[in-house]
């Protein structure tokens, strides 16, 4: 069997969920209790549900196209010009996109465990990293990914669990919310949160069956939206929508808040940041992965793993640009945002053009 192509679907799945569960998910129940108070739960529902309609059309489109990579395929339903200018804004979002990750893994590194440490040293060390497993095959990426999705998901529902013990369910009603008016922007922007299905554009063409890849979206997009809204549900219910507010990073709080029995683990706030830098390890993995896969597709390589080093000082250059947290903050949101619009809009105009022309790949394996 040809080595590229040996990804199952479990494994899929847990590229997708080891993608998507990454660094925003410290700052999601504050997105989420901004948009919609205490219909912080039902928001996070509802960016999922969004979400997951948007995977599915990549995976449609993926489907049509199984032994192509979305390059190629673009290329022949739009044209090579047009389908390379748009390739190049994508490279340029993944590559903006994964400095930001690295960033914010700094800001929070520095502010929460290494006081005294530069912010620098963190961005590079997580880029670095990042850097040499990039240049591994894709077959390399599948298992990293499904290594890590264990010591990721356990930990984050063992926490929330415990944590339901200082919950009030007052704090979550109504379910919709003092604001109704904001759900329709907020599930929007908490869709945002989940965009990393993006990267079964990469998986599909190495996926053993890509008849199945239906299945692993699936898979992923309800662990994940379950995962993400039972975080929200479990920080709202404890501390209360407009104590939320006030949190810079409320996830981390409520395992602060949290204990084992028996007093065995006063505080699992050290156990969830050993976990979340797991989380940004793989998110920021993938986006990196994405986007000198993305090069060496459009330009025609032969490997893409001489550009895992050719990228980095830039990514590094670009996470160091925003002056503050709060500017940092601004450009992730306006930057994810846009992401959101691209990776919907985009494959969607695809898919169309592929229906409307009735145009399919070679489905022969």
């Known amino acids: ?82 389908a390379r200018t748009i390739i190049i804004i994508w490279i340029l979002y993944f590559a903006i996109l994964s400095s930001l990750i690295a960033r914010e893994f700094g800001e929070v590194v520095i502010t929460a465990v290494l006081r005294n440490t530069p912010l620098e040293v963190t961005v590079i060390v997580m880029l670095l990293l990042a850097a040499f497993t990039s240049r591994k095959n894709i077959m390399t990426f599948a298992y990293i990914h499904t290594f890590y999705i264990p010591f990721i998901l356990v930990p984050v529902l063992l926490i929330v669990a415990l944590s339901l013990k200082n919950a009030d369910v007052v704090n979550v009603l109504p379910l919709w919310g003092n604001e109704p008016s904001g759900i329709v922007k907020g599930f929007f922007m908490l869709s945002t949160m989940f965009q990393g299905y993006f990267i079964m554009m990469m998986v599909i063409p190495s996926m053993r069956s890509p008849k199945k890849a239906m299945r692993s979206i699936w898979l992923a997009m309800l662990i994940t939206s379950i995962l993400y809204v039972l975080v929200v549900s479990a920080t709202v219910s404890v501390f209360g929508a407009e104590e939320t507010k006030k949190l810079l990073w409320p996830t981390l709080e409520l395992a602060k808040d949290t204990s084992l029995p028996a007093n065995i683990l006063e505080r699992l706030d050290a156990v969830f940041l050993a976990v979340w830098v797991t989380a940004v390890y793989t998110s920021l993995f993938s986006c990196y992965y994405f986007t000198i896969y993305s090069i060496g597709k459009l330009f025609r390589l032969q490997d893409h793993g001489m550009l895992s080093f050719f990228i980095l000082p830039f990514l590094f250059l670009l996470a160091m640009l925003p002056q503050s947290l709060v500017q940092l903050n601004e450009i992730n949101a306006l930057i994810t945002q846009f992401g959101v619009a691209l990776t919907i809009a985009y494959p969607g105009l695809l898919l169309l053009v592929s229906l409307l022309r009735k145009k399919r790949g070679n489905q022969k394996r």
């Open 1 to 82: 069997m040809d080595q590229q192509r040996q990804i199952t679907v479990l494994q899929a799945s847990a590229i997708t969920i080891s993608t998507i569960v990454g660094v925003g998910v410290l700052s999601l129940p504050l997105a989420a209790v901004r948009a919609a108070d205490a219909g912080a739960p039902l928001v996070t529902l509802l960016g999922a549900a969004l979400s997951i309609l948007a995977s599915m059309l990549i995976v449609w489109l993926g489907m049509r196209f199984p032994n192509e990579s979305y390059i190629e395929y673009s290329e022949k339903l739009i044209g090579k010009g047009l």
